[in-house]
């Protein structure tokens, strides 16, 4: 990584690397930081790290590249980057997931000054990255339906990625927005780590599982490899003529 280190920060260079570096000392709390060399927000989210490994020099910080270091990432399930996991040796305390640095300094404060009082959670008892709010609750089937709609309807080309065209947070999102970007075509976007309603009705609605999904005059596209193919042949430009 770019910025200096501080001498309790590792770059992680394998599985068998992070495992060793947990077993040196169990009761030590470690901050996981999983970031990507291109998404702009974790520049700005490695600062931060870098700073609070400065502030509490008894913190491990483990920087793990979550892409080249893709079986730990997906050990902990890290959807997006950046993405922070808090452990007391192998035990979860905690998991933030985007660039919320007030989030992250409040964590590891209270997890490194007062190691007593802290009450490990399980993954099963962590707090969604954003809790749905009571709109998403009591949306009906048919409301979301209509939004989603709506949302697919906002412009003739609409992107469903996550994070945005500027600061994407997974690679095939990156990937998409550079081949759109490429061939000049004018979109919209919709971040759908924003929204996990929106999130859970595309993939039923569109009958695919994953993002991004590339929506055009309303009807669904396809993801990255099938845009990829269209690009190829041809058909992205006869479908947007
Ligand atoms: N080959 C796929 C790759 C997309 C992909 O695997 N996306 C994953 C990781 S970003 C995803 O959206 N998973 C479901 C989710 O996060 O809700 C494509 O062509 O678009």
Same mark, same amino acid.
């Given at each position: ?37 291109? %998404? ?6 490695? /600062?931060?790290?870098? &700073? #609070? @490994?400065? +502030?509490?020099?008894? $913190? ?70 954003? %809790? ?6 009591? /949306?009906?089937?048919? &409301? #979301? @339906?209509? +939004?989603?709609?709506? $949302? ?82 041809? &058909? #992205? ?5």
């Amino acid at each position: 990584m770019a910025s200096a280190a501080a001498s309790n920060t590792v770059e992680v260079t394998s599985p068998e690397h992070f495992q060793q570096q947990l077993a040196v000392d169990l009761q030590r709390i470690s901050l996981i930081n999983f970031w990507a060399p291109w %998404a702009e927000p974790c520049k700005q989210m490695n /600062e931060v790290v870098l &700073e #609070l @490994a400065k +502030r509490h020099p008894q $913190l491990l910080v483990l920087n793990v590249d979550a892409e080249s270091q893709a079986d730990i990432s997906e050990s902990f399930e890290i959807e997006a980057v950046p993405s922070f996991i808090i452990l007391q040796g192998h035990t979860l305390l905690g998991k933030i997931a985007g660039a919320d640095a007030t989030a992250l300094t409040e964590a590891i404060s209270k997890h490194v000054r007062t190691p007593s009082s802290v009450n490990p959670q399980s993954h099963t008892d962590l707090a969604p990255a954003a %809790a749905p709010d009571v709109a998403e609750k009591t /949306e009906s089937q048919e &409301e #979301l @339906a209509r +939004r989603l709609h709506a $949302l697919m309807q906002q412009s003739k080309v609409v992107l469903f990625m996550k994070g945005s065209p500027d600061a994407p947070r997974c690679g095939f999102s990156r990937r998409i927005v550079g081949l759109l970007k490429d061939q000049g075509v004018e979109f919209s976007h919709f971040d759908i780590l924003s929204d996990e309603s929106v999130r859970a009705g595309l993939k039923v609605l569109n009958d695919w599982p994953t993002f991004p999904q590339l929506i055009v005059s309303g009807e669904f596209v396809g993801g990255l490899d099938i845009v990829q193919e269209m690009v190829e042949n041809g &058909e #992205l430009k006869e479908i947007l003529e």
